[in-house]
């Protein structure tokens, strides 16, 4: 049977292998917005998720700041039954007897499912199920809820999470990745929760270090470099998360500036295609972090250790260190001699940056080789489908 008062999770959602950035990153953020709250140790729930017991204010901190997660969720309700008739009498009855002010009559409610191959239904059956118990345990309650499959203002997910059934609230009502500044792109973008965890494997520190990236596409890893510098907010004042209208937040100001507002930091994004570069430019503006970035449309191996450093003083003080990070292509678009030709011209231009460090996600076998040296972490991590690594050099 579920029992609600005792699964009252926030959950952080993120790729395989985040769990502890994920951690990280959410105490630093509660650290500096609600300096009165400390974390409890998480739980880790697989390999890509966290939870720990629910509180408004934390929530409401991540659901804003939280760069590094793919979906934020409060989960509501846990049931172990294996099949949908004992889950549709759980879940109706932990509805029914929960005073939680999740929901008010009026609301529309959506349900998709995530995980749940192991079930003994098909995805269907169990949104079907867990869509029905919520509305009628809420009527129960006198609660009057209808579905809306497009727009909800109550967006749940149901996940198999260590052999439990689990019906979440999404507290975003999007995937966190859509932060409304990518407008324009190419073809393989990468995922901005990605990139941010790409920054925070290689400990990009703003304050100490400029961010270079030589094939930056259309900049989702310099636009995250310097939106995670000061910890600004994920959402715009006119594109808020969907748990702004509910109850427990409804008193919590949205802030519109940034946690850590004294840092700034200094980017180069460079592609020599022109019209990734454009794409890049137009990105970078709509994030408004112009402040921030430099955009230089042009081939990495033609700029120098000096000329790097000319680009970034057009946008304020450079640091003496710097961090390189980038996604190199994957051969989706190259032949395999132009692609290891690259790899090595990278390798010996990342070299130049003596004292500094170098971060690659790549799902190229050919890409230690060719680049040269050995990496000093070595870390699984993989782009969507393709099953690749996070490599760190020293150089």
Not at 244 to 267: C, E, G, K, N
């Amino acid at each position: 049977m579920a029992t609600p008062e005792n699964h009252d999770q926030l959950r952080l959602v993120g790729v395989a292998g985040a769990n502890k950035v994920m951690a990280g990153e959410l105490s630093r953020l509660v650290r500096r917005a609600l300096g009165d709250v400390r974390l409890p140790e998480p739980k880790k729930e697989g390999p890509g998720a966290v939870s720990y017991p629910f509180d408004a204010r934390v929530a409401w901190v991540a659901v804003n700041h939280h760069r590094t997660s793919a979906r934020v969720e409060w989960a509501l309700y846990r049931s172990s039954a294996t099949r949908l008739e004992p889950l549709y009498d759980d879940l109706v009855r932990a509805v029914s007897e929960d005073a939680r002010p999740w929901a008010e009559s009026g609301a529309t409610l959506g349900v998709r499912a995530r995980n749940v191959a192991d079930f003994a239904a098909g995805e269907r059956q169990i949104v079907g199920t867990v869509k029905n118990a919520l509305v009628d345990g809420a009527a129960k309650r006198g609660i009057r809820l209808t579905v809306d499959r497009e727009a909800p203002g109550l967006p749940f997910t149901v996940r198999l999470v260590e052999g439990h059934v689990v019906v979440s609230l999404d507290l975003a009502g999007r995937p966190m990745h859509r932060r409304g500044h990518r407008v324009e792109t190419v073809a393989a973008p990468l995922r901005e929760d990605l990139a941010s965890l790409l920054l925070m494997l290689a400990r990009f520190d703003a304050k100490r270090e400029a961010l270079i990236d030589p094939m930056a596409g259309s900049g989702t890893i310099a636009i995250e470099a310097a939106c995670m510098a000061d910890a600004r907010p994920l959402w715009k004042a006119e594109n808020p998360p969907a748990c702004a209208r509910l109850a427990p937040f409804r008193d919590m100001a949205a802030r519109t500036d940034a946690l850590f507002p004294d840092t700034v930091a200094r980017v180069l994004a460079v592609d020599r295609d022109e019209q990734a570069a454009r794409a890049c430019r137009r990105n970078v503006e709509q994030a408004s972090v112009e402040a921030s970035v430099r955009i230089h449309a042009g081939d990495f191996r033609e700029l120098d250790v000096d000329r790097v450093k000319r680009l970034l003083a057009e946008r304020g003080p450079v640091p003496e260190s710097a961090l390189l990070l980038s996604n190199p292509p994957y051969g989706e678009r190259l032949g395999d001699r132009d692609l290891v030709a690259l790899y090595r011209d990278l390798g010996r231009w990342t070299r130049s940056f003596g004292g500094c460090r170098a971060g690659f996600l790549v799902a190229n076998p050919d890409f230690e080789r060719a680049f040269g040296g050995a990496p000093r972490i070595k870390k699984p991590l993989s782009n969507g489908p393709l099953r690749g690594w996070f490599l760190l050099y020293d150089l």
